[in-house]
């Protein structure tokens, strides 16, 4: 099943390879330190879920759709049609989502904002105001079969707003965890992993290999995805195993320029 968000880097194609890796064996639980679009969630059986993410707007619309589901699926499928559809209503509505702090009413913009924005990006500037531009798109989908179906999944989930350590804090033995961070960068010198407003480092990749590590010792394993470049090729080489695969990624706005990516799973375990 897709997200009911476009969710750059998200994992639905890819969720194959990470099952051949991820030890579910006797595991209940499955624990999510970057749930992002929550593809692996909702394409993984597990009987309980702790999905954990940096950025608030994503967790509040996940509860939402959790706790609230008929009444928001009534609700946002108002944005989609045509009256919405253009560049000023856009721009109008991202204004009065960067200015209001209810929470309901975040999550049903969040939502269109989303399927109307550009190429499923989900990007704030340094005061923390979302600035994606408009998509133009003719026709954007309301995604109501993926928010029905992410609703009636999400009863068994929990979801929390923070960083991974979150996560790693809350770990228990029958417990698996999966971590997608934003991706080390292929080009250094156009490094971009904003992410909720804030840059995710050199040095948070390395904090979360920590925390893997740390888990191991407990009697958890992790898996991490990312780019297999000459970092995380360093950073990885304690791992107890590493899978690697190719991913057909966009390298241009307009689509063309497709590439086969290089990407590693590296589980600690």
Known sequence: MRSPLKWAGGKKRVVGEILKVLPVKGKKRLVEPFVGGGSVFLNIDFDEYLLIDMNKDLISLFNIIKNQSSKFI?????????????????????????????????????????????????????????????????????????????????????????????????????????????????????????????????????????????????????????HHVDFTRELYKNADKREFFQVQRSISPKGQGRVKVKEVLALYK
């Open 74 to 226: 009534a609700d946002a499928q108002m944005y989609f049609n045509g009256d919405y559809n253009h560049a000023e209503k856009y721009y109008e509505l991202r204004k009065q989502f960067n200015e209001t702090n209810d929470s309901y009413q975040r999550s049903l913009l969040f939502l269109y904002l989303n399927r109307h924005g550009y190429n499923g990006l989900c990007r704030y500037n340094k005061s923390g105001g979302y600035n994606v531009p408009f998509g133009r798109y003719k026709h954007p989908y309301f995604p109501k079969a993926e928010l029905e179906f992410f609703s009636k999944k999400a009863q068994k989930a929990t979801f929390v707003q923070g960083d991974f350590e979150t996560a790693f804090a809350q770990v228990k033995s029958d417990d698996v965890i999966y971590c997608d961070p934003p991706y080390s960068p292929i080009n250094r010198t156009s490094n971009f992993t904003a992410y909720a407003g804030n840059s995710f480092t050199d040095e948070d990749q390395i904090r979360l290999v920590a925390c893997a590590e740390k888990a191991k010792q407990q009697g958890v394993a992790t898996i991490i995805s990312n």
